[in-house]
Protein backbone atom coordinates (compact mmCIF):
# COMPACT_ATOMS: atom_id res chain seq x y z
CA UNK A 1 0.00 0.00 0.00
CA UNK A 2 0.88 3.48 -0.91
CA UNK A 3 -0.02 6.85 0.82
CA UNK A 4 -0.18 9.84 -2.02
CA UNK A 5 -1.75 13.46 -1.94
CA UNK A 6 -5.38 13.13 -4.15
CA UNK A 7 -5.63 14.98 -7.57
CA UNK A 8 -9.26 15.96 -8.84
CA UNK A 9 -8.86 13.21 -11.21
CA UNK A 10 -9.07 10.67 -7.52
CA UNK A 11 -12.75 11.83 -7.13
CA UNK A 12 -14.61 8.80 -8.74
CA UNK A 13 -12.59 6.43 -6.60
CA UNK A 14 -12.56 8.95 -3.30
CA UNK A 15 -16.10 9.00 -3.71
CA UNK A 16 -16.64 5.60 -3.99
CA UNK A 17 -15.00 4.63 -0.93
CA UNK A 18 -16.92 7.94 0.99
CA UNK A 19 -20.17 6.11 -0.18
CA UNK A 20 -19.16 2.79 0.58
CA UNK A 21 -17.84 3.49 4.36
CA UNK A 22 -20.63 4.97 5.16
CA UNK A 23 -22.75 2.49 4.19
CA UNK A 24 -21.11 -0.06 6.41
CA UNK A 25 -20.14 2.40 8.93
CA UNK A 26 -23.07 3.90 9.55
CA UNK A 27 -25.81 1.39 9.12
CA UNK A 28 -26.82 1.40 12.57
CA UNK A 29 -26.97 5.35 12.81
CA UNK A 30 -28.71 6.32 9.62
CA UNK A 31 -31.79 5.02 7.64
CA UNK A 32 -30.98 2.46 5.31
CA UNK A 33 -32.74 4.35 2.88
CA UNK A 34 -30.58 7.46 3.35
CA UNK A 35 -27.56 5.14 2.83
CA UNK A 36 -29.20 3.40 0.03
CA UNK A 37 -29.53 6.75 -1.81
CA UNK A 38 -26.10 7.63 -1.48
CA UNK A 39 -24.80 8.87 -5.07
CA UNK A 40 -21.33 8.28 -5.92
CA UNK A 41 -21.38 10.48 -8.77
CA UNK A 42 -22.74 13.40 -6.67
CA UNK A 43 -20.14 12.78 -4.34
CA UNK A 44 -17.93 13.10 -6.99
CA UNK A 45 -18.44 15.93 -8.07
CA UNK A 46 -18.47 17.29 -4.53
CA UNK A 47 -15.09 15.86 -4.16
CA UNK A 48 -13.87 17.00 -8.11
CA UNK A 49 -15.16 21.02 -6.35
CA UNK A 50 -12.99 20.58 -3.35
CA UNK A 51 -9.97 19.16 -4.83
CA UNK A 52 -9.63 21.74 -7.54
CA UNK A 53 -10.60 24.60 -4.87
CA UNK A 54 -7.94 27.33 -4.17
CA UNK A 55 -8.60 26.73 -0.26
CA UNK A 56 -9.00 22.62 -0.67
CA UNK A 57 -8.54 20.38 2.17
CA UNK A 58 -5.45 18.36 2.32
CA UNK A 59 -6.26 14.79 0.88
CA UNK A 60 -4.35 11.68 1.13
CA UNK A 61 -5.35 8.69 -0.26
CA UNK A 62 -4.33 5.16 0.58
CA UNK A 63 -3.52 2.55 -2.59
CA UNK A 64 -2.99 -0.87 -3.36
CA UNK A 65 -0.24 -1.85 -5.34
CA UNK A 66 -2.62 -1.79 -8.40
CA UNK A 67 -3.10 1.71 -8.07
CA UNK A 68 -7.03 1.21 -6.50
CA UNK A 69 -7.87 3.68 -3.96
CA UNK A 70 -8.85 2.08 -0.42
CA UNK A 71 -8.92 4.54 1.94
CA UNK A 72 -8.29 7.98 2.61
CA UNK A 73 -8.17 11.03 4.94
CA UNK A 74 -8.70 14.70 5.00
CA UNK A 75 -7.90 17.74 6.78
CA UNK A 76 -7.17 21.53 6.99
CA UNK A 77 -6.78 24.51 9.54
CA UNK A 78 -9.68 24.49 12.71
CA UNK A 79 -12.60 25.94 10.72
CA UNK A 80 -14.27 27.49 14.09
CA UNK A 81 -13.64 29.59 16.57
CA UNK A 82 -13.09 27.64 19.96
CA UNK A 83 -9.43 26.22 18.94
CA UNK A 84 -6.98 28.14 17.15
CA UNK A 85 -6.35 27.31 13.23
CA UNK A 86 -3.13 28.43 13.43
CA UNK A 87 -2.02 25.89 15.94
CA UNK A 88 -4.64 23.38 15.44
CA UNK A 89 -5.86 21.42 12.33
CA UNK A 90 -9.41 19.27 11.94
CA UNK A 91 -8.82 15.72 10.92
CA UNK A 92 -12.17 16.34 8.64
CA UNK A 93 -12.81 12.72 7.23
CA UNK A 94 -11.12 9.59 7.77
CA UNK A 95 -12.63 6.17 5.32
CA UNK A 96 -11.68 3.36 4.27
CA UNK A 97 -13.65 0.57 1.91
CA UNK A 98 -15.05 -1.61 4.59
CA UNK A 99 -13.13 -4.15 3.22
CA UNK A 100 -9.89 -2.83 4.26
CA UNK A 101 -11.14 -1.90 7.77
CA UNK A 102 -8.86 -3.94 10.37
CA UNK A 103 -6.03 -4.20 7.70
CA UNK A 104 -3.89 -1.16 8.79
CA UNK A 105 -5.33 1.18 6.12
CA UNK A 106 -6.63 3.50 8.36
CA UNK A 107 -3.42 3.55 11.05
CA UNK A 108 -1.12 4.31 8.17
CA UNK A 109 -3.41 7.12 7.14
CA UNK A 110 -3.66 8.39 10.35
CA UNK A 111 0.03 8.23 10.89
CA UNK A 112 0.38 10.29 7.36
CA UNK A 113 -1.61 12.86 8.20
CA UNK A 114 -0.41 13.48 11.61
CA UNK A 115 3.16 13.66 9.98
CA UNK A 116 1.50 16.25 6.77
CA UNK A 117 0.24 17.93 9.87
CA UNK A 118 3.61 18.87 11.94
CA UNK A 119 4.81 19.79 8.93
CA UNK A 120 2.62 22.15 8.00
CA UNK A 121 3.14 23.78 11.79
CA UNK A 122 0.08 22.44 13.35
CA UNK A 123 0.87 21.23 17.06
CA UNK A 124 -2.68 19.89 17.54
CA UNK A 125 -5.66 17.66 15.78
CA UNK A 126 -9.26 17.57 16.47
CA UNK A 127 -11.86 15.82 15.06
CA UNK A 128 -15.34 15.12 15.20
CA UNK A 129 -17.27 11.62 15.85
CA UNK A 130 -20.35 10.39 15.98
CA UNK A 131 -21.21 9.44 19.95
CA UNK A 132 -22.53 6.26 18.88
CA UNK A 133 -19.85 4.91 16.46
CA UNK A 134 -18.50 2.43 18.50
CA UNK A 135 -15.95 1.70 16.04
CA UNK A 136 -14.41 4.40 14.83
CA UNK A 137 -14.20 5.50 18.89
CA UNK A 138 -12.02 2.72 19.55
CA UNK A 139 -10.04 3.67 16.63
CA UNK A 140 -9.10 6.78 17.66
CA UNK A 141 -8.68 6.11 21.10
CA UNK A 142 -6.09 3.15 20.53
CA UNK A 143 -4.23 5.88 18.21
CA UNK A 144 -4.05 8.48 21.16
CA UNK A 145 -7.24 10.54 20.25
CA UNK A 146 -9.34 11.22 23.44
CA UNK A 147 -12.79 13.29 24.13
CA UNK A 148 -11.76 16.87 24.67
CA UNK A 149 -15.66 17.05 26.06
CA UNK A 150 -16.76 19.19 23.66
CA UNK A 151 -20.06 17.94 21.46
CA UNK A 152 -22.29 18.82 18.83
CA UNK A 153 -25.65 18.04 17.59
CA UNK A 154 -25.76 16.86 13.78
CA UNK A 155 -29.04 15.96 12.03
CA UNK A 156 -28.57 13.79 9.72
CA UNK A 157 -31.48 12.55 7.11
CA UNK A 158 -33.66 13.26 9.90
CA UNK A 159 -31.44 11.71 12.90
CA UNK A 160 -30.19 14.13 15.61
CA UNK A 161 -27.30 12.34 15.91
CA UNK A 162 -24.16 13.67 19.12
CA UNK A 163 -20.77 13.99 17.75
CA UNK A 164 -17.74 13.99 19.74
CA UNK A 165 -14.93 16.10 19.85
CA UNK A 166 -11.79 14.28 20.28
CA UNK A 167 -8.34 15.91 20.14
CA UNK A 168 -4.61 15.02 19.98
CA UNK A 169 -1.23 16.02 20.61
CA UNK A 170 0.99 16.04 17.21
CA UNK A 171 4.25 15.93 18.93
CA UNK A 172 3.43 14.35 22.08
Not at 99 to 105: I, N, R, S
Not at 110 to 122: I, N, P, Q, T, V
Request: glycine share 8%; no cysteine.
Amino acid sequence: MSIREALPEDAAELAAVHVQSWRAAYRDLLPDSYLAGLDPDERAAVWRARLSAPDRPTVLLATEPGGRVVGFSAFRAWPGEDLDPTATAELSALYALPEAWGTGVGRELLAASAEALRAAGFRTAALWVFAGNARARRFYEAAGWRPDGASAWDVTAGRELEELRYGTELFA
